[in-house]
T-cell receptor, first 115, second 111 residues
């Protein structure tokens, strides 16, 4: 089945540690996105990538880094510089259509807790 | 940057009652999307509206895009327990490279 796979589903980390969240898609989508969701809040964009080897900062990129070496993969690293990393992280992909962003397909999310 | 305001933040309704959530933007939108997120789940795409004054229906759900393309609404008729979740609107920014999400309306149903 085609879809987006995020791992791990749950992750605990100590303060000061970097952690990398995996996002893989087999939908052959060009665009991929990372969103952060805090309890009772909407989704805020961290980074996005329209094409391999290229990515742009979203609204809350500080303390995060990404890479896009393959079309299928868009890993997110939460660095120790991120002051409030505990959150639910969602990866998404889309096929941009001329003139439109395209429907986003989301993974099941990764819940990060910093102890 | 562009903000998409969504109200109300929470809505509790008796099963069978109607529900409406509203999305407002200070700027004209090229299009707007709606998503549903079940408790503990991930957002799932519901619909995209493009035309001024557009109205689309999906069974008990009615989606509207304002004439000025600055606001949108989602109306659910005769809510059921399966409607529980958070409903988000989302609008494109920076051309159409990315989506900005509203803060969401969390719907709970009282059986």
């Amino acid at each position: 089945d085609g879809g987006i796979t995020q791992s791990p589903k749950y992750l605990f980390r100590k303060e000061g540690q970097n952690v990398t969240l995996s996002c893989e898609q087999n939908l052959n989508h060009d665009a991929m996105y990372w969103y952060r969701q805090d309890p009772g809040q909407g989704l805020r964009l961290i980074y996005y990538s329209q094409i391999v080897n290229d990515f742009q900062k979203g609204d809350i990129a500080e303390g995060y880094s990404v890479s896009r070496e393959k079309k299928e993969s868009f890993p997110l690293t939460v660095t120790s510089a991120q002051k409030n990393p505990t959150a639910f992280y969602l990866c998404a992909s889309s096929v941009p259509v001329t003139g439109f962003t395209g429907e986003l397909f989301f993974g099941e999310g990764s819940r990060l807790t910093v102890l | 940057g562009q903000q998409v305001m969504q109200i109300p933040q929470y809505q509790h309704v008796q099963e069978g009652e109607d529900f409406t959530t509203y999305c407002n933007s200070s700027t004209t939108l090229s299009n707007i999307q709606w998503y549903k997120q079940r408790p503990g789940g991930h957002p799932v795409f519901l619909i995209q509206l493009v035309k001024s004054g557009e109205v689309k229906k999906q069974k008990r759900l009615t989606f509207q895009f304002g004439e000025a393309k600055k606001n949108s609404s989602l109306h659910i008729t005769a809510t059921q327990t399966t409607d529980v979740g958070t409903y988000f609107c989302a609008a494109p920014t920076r051309g159409n490279e990315k989506l900005t999400f509203g803060t969401g309306t969390r719907l709970t149903i009282i059986p």
